[in-house]
């Protein structure tokens, strides 16, 4: 549990900033050890705080006393419902009351700050805490995963000597399973974590992270895209960058490795299902064909027939909390949904298969032709998707942001297309490509391919 990891750090050690104040181990120790939350021992909760520092203490005061809680996205509070139907919590314990969605709400709602405190902790009991995360839904409705601490925490580094010497920077919603992953690495590590509000402006927020003299942050890979187009991206010195999330491809590795030489890069493949599987160090794109072989502790890699990557962790943990669905196979594998293919000695992703562009019969992965537009020098981010066609039923279409200083967009538009040409299969290439201010991402810090 929590506890057991943050009493072993010294009690004034810094462990939580925010643009407000700083908190010390010895609070957090506190926090997962108080009796003011024992009113909810043994409860089904369901969490939702945009305030992302009172996340982090109901997260630690909750930890071996209820049941299960529900960790509800704070940047997006509309599938709330849905999900607290299915889930029919005990009670729903928020940092403020969400209107106006509290009518539609069946449960109790129980302001944090109203927690009523236990008139005795002498009985009080631990029990292991169930934690049920929403799927992203990039591509599909979103699940409900439960999962262990232990199967949360099973990759974050322990060591406290090494800990202390980095501060993190939470650009996530700590509700996420990414989000979580960068929560419990910095706190079972002892290393600084700073909060930033997710509905607050990016510069705002690298700002932030800049002035708290940052030095590690995890991102995926559109949200790093839109980090380097910020002014205050000139003033961030990490010495750790972590991407995941969304394919990592070369290009954005290459442009990160040029900002932040000093900067060791590591990019993780994990999913809400199958927790933390492994992570590469190498500053390359894709994995070694040698992890199928000798996959990284803690888990089996395979790819079937059909070219999906399977996962077998050590540890079958993690469920749908529908019981109408088994999560893994006979023999233990956990399919991802994401396509790879083996060439030159890696392994490749290649996208989801069910967000492939069907052209004509052809199968076009949007990722794919994003990669190979990103190449380009003078985009800075692009989204591709499909367009309806009566001919062939759809056709690539893409969204490009340029860097402001390109104005002739006639022959960028001339550039890009023969760039495709030159690259991909006739099919793959954009029939249609326009030039827009911005292109959105979900609160999941992923590309928006709604």
């Not at 908190?23 to 969490?47: H, P, Q, V, Y």
């Not at 909750?62 to 889930?87: C, E, Q, S, W, Y």
């Not at 990490?238 to 995941?244: D, F, K």
């Not at 760039?419 to 911005?438: D, G, Q």
Request: aromatic share 8%; net charge neutral.
């Amino acid at each position: 549990m929590v506890g057991d990891y943050i009493r072993r750090f010294e009690p004034e050690r810094v462990l939580w900033i925010n643009d407000l104040r700083e908190i010390t181990a010895g609070e957090i120790a506190r926090l997962a050890s108080a009796g003011d939350t024992g009113c909810l021992t043994g409860k089904n909760i369901a969490l939702w705080a945009s305030d992302p520092l009172v996340f982090a203490q109901a997260f630690v005061a909750l930890d071996g006393k209820a049941a299960r809680v529900l960790l509800l996205p704070g940047t997006n509070i509309r599938r709330a419902p849905d999900f607290l139907n299915h889930f029919q919590p005990d009670v729903f314990l928020v940092d403020s009351v969400p209107e106006p969605l509290s009518e539609t709400i069946k449960c109790p709602i129980l302001p944090w700050n109203d927690v009523p405190p236990r008139e005795s902790y002498e009985t009080q009991t631990s029990c292991p805490t169930q934690w049920v995360i929403p799927t992203s839904g990039t591509t599909a409705s979103p699940k409900l995963v439960a999962h262990t601490f232990h199967s949360l925490a099973r990759t974050a580094k322990t060591n406290p000597e090494t800990g202390r010497h980095y501060r993190w920077g939470q650009l996530y919603d700590m509700a996420r399973f990414a989000g979580l992953q960068v929560f419990l690495n910095s706190l079972l590590s002892g290393s600084t974590l700073i909060l930033t509000r997710p509905a607050e402006d990016l510069e705002e927020r690298v700002r932030s992270l800049v002035e708290h003299r940052c030095n590690a942050i995890s991102a995926t890979p559109t949200l790093w895209r839109k980090i380097l187009m910020t002014p205050a991206a000139a003033h961030l010195r990490p010495r750790q960058i972590t991407l995941g999330g969304e394919i990592v491809d070369q290009n954005i590795l290459n442009a990160l490795r040029s900002q932040y030489p000093g900067a060791r890069l590591s990019h993780v493949y994990a999913s809400t299902e199958a927790g933390a599987a492994f992570t590469v160090n190498d500053g390359k794109a894709g994995f070694p064909v040698e992890f199928l072989r000798t996959p990284p502790p803690g888990v089996q890699l395979r790819v079937n027939q059909r070219g999906y990557l399977l996962i077998r962790p050590e540890r079958r943990e993690q469920s749908y909390l529908s019981n109408s669905e088994n999560m893994f196979d006979a023999e233990g594998f956990i399919n991802t949904g994401d396509l790879v293919t083996e060439r030159d000695g890696r392994v490749y992703f290649l996208g989801r298969a069910n967000g492939a562009i069907n052209v004509g019969g052809n199968k076009v992965q949007p990722e794919e032709v994003e990669a190979v537009l990103h190449a380009l020098p003078g985009v800075r981010l692009a989204r591709v998707y499909a367009r309806q066609s009566s001919i062939t039923g759809s056709l690539v279409a893409a969204d490009v942001q340029l860097d402001p200083a390109i104005t002739d967009l006639e022959m960028m538009k001339r550039d890009l297309t023969s760039h495709c040409s030159r690259a991909l299969e006739e099919f793959k290439v954009p029939a249609v490509i326009r030039f827009v201010n911005e292109i959105q991402m979900k609160d999941s810090g992923k590309l928006s391919r709604q």
